[in-house]
């Protein structure tokens, strides 16, 4: 039980620094810049659109797998909360903010480092994974490729639909500055909190 309050908490922590780094507007990860320019497209909510972008994953890892499974379910209910969680902050906590260049700069970088300290919690806790890591690594398993590759390769065509996009219909683009800092300091990040999460764990265990 504990495990599963921790893993909540930490969803939590995830959706408040993604909702920063949305509203601050000076770019995002590959994957949430897909969600973000659907929004500049049409106007719909970011945190529906993400659970919209989620849901399509979490089909292509059933139709990829052949099976309903428990976990596409935990998926589900992961992206519901945090997309209700991201509508709530970006709309209606923050939603009358403006912000000078330098202020939606720093925004950024402190929602980067929630929303990479949460993950690094969430694969220390492995409760569930986001649905587009699962859709990498159901693809990955089924079609034997290396998941690296995948989640590359998944990346990489993320950033071209989005860039294609944003120039067919003339709309704001999601892949800015914020996306090249994203780069440097996610991962870093992600990593140290996930190494120590993990020994913490251990020792509480034993």
Do not use: W
Request: aromatic share 12%; glycine share 6%.
């Amino acid at each position: 039980m504990k495990k599963y309050v921790l893993f909540i908490l930490t969803l939590m922590m995830v959706s408040i620094g993604d909702s920063l780094c949305f509203k601050a507007s000076v770019g995002v990860s590959p994957y949430e810049a897909l969600a973000l320019t659907f929004n500049y497209m049409s106007h719909i909510k970011v945190g529906t659109l993400t659970l919209f972008v989620n849901a399509c994953m979490i089909i292509l890892q059933i139709i990829l797998s052949k099976q309903l499974k428990i976990k596409y379910v935990l998926q589900f209910f992961m992206s519901l909360l945090f997309g209700m969680v991201v509508n709530t902050i970006v709309y209606q906590i923050l939603g009358g903010i403006t912000l000078h260049y330098y202020q939606s700069f720093m925004m950024e970088i402190i929602g980067l480092c929630f929303s990479a300290s949460g993950c690094g919690l969430l694969v220390a806790l492995n409760v569930c994974v986001f649905p587009c890591e699962g859709f990498a690594l159901t693809f990955s398993e089924t079609f034997k490729v290396d998941f690296q590759k995948t989640r590359q390769a998944m990346d990489i065509i993320l950033v071209i639909s989005c860039m294609s996009l944003s120039l067919i219909f003339k709309c704001g683009f999601a892949l800015r500055e914020g996306t090249i800092i994203a780069a440097c300091i996610f991962s870093p990040i992600m990593g140290f909190v996930q190494r120590n999460a993990t020994k913490g764990l251990s020792l509480q265990k034993s």
